[in-house]
């Protein structure tokens, strides 16, 4: 656990004094009093499972796989290695670094190496705003405003 009991002392008094002076405003000094103790109570224990749990979060324990046949050098060792083997892609990066140097020199691709054409080409919507003759225009808005 983290902390000290102080921790716990210290949130109980908060609850208590916030629950009797919401209490009290509408209540006697009896009926705030309890309430307010049991605010008390009720801090003095979620701060107590407060503790708790960021004592679990920060100071996590190792306890093995439940089979309880790992020794305890292996369990030091646990997480400490990573082995990750990935494909050797080498030889294409060094392909494409080869003809972005060829391309950046100047000098001409043979024609094995020429890049095939992706099929792409730029977006050219058509233009949703048309002129129109202004006379046009105005025997239509006429058209419209007679109906």
Do not use: C
């Not at 009896?30 to 605010?39: E, F, P, Q, V, Y």
């Not at 990935?86 to 080869?98: H, R, S, V, Y």
């Amino acid at each position: 656990m983290i902390g000290n009991y102080r921790i716990n002392l210290g949130a109980g008094i908060v609850g208590f004094i916030l629950t009797f002076f919401v209490a009290y405003s509408s209540n006697v000094l009896m009926t705030s009093l309890i309430r307010g103790l049991i605010g008390f109570v009720a801090w003095f224990v979620l701060a107590y499972g407060l503790r708790w749990g960021l004592g679990l979060l920060l100071n996590p324990q190792i306890e093995g796989n439940g089979y309880g046949y790992d020794s305890p050098s292996a369990q030091d060792q646990r997480g400490s290695q990573v082995d990750i083997k990935i494909e050797d892609d080498g030889q294409e990066l060094n392909n494409l670094l080869k003809s972005g140097q060829n391309a950046s020199s100047g000098d001409d691709l043979p024609p094995s190496e020429t890049k095939a054409p992706t099929g792409f080409a730029p977006l050219d919507p058509p233009k949703l705003v048309r002129t129109k003759d202004p006379e046009e225009l105005a025997q239509a808005v006429r058209h419209l405003t007679d109906k």
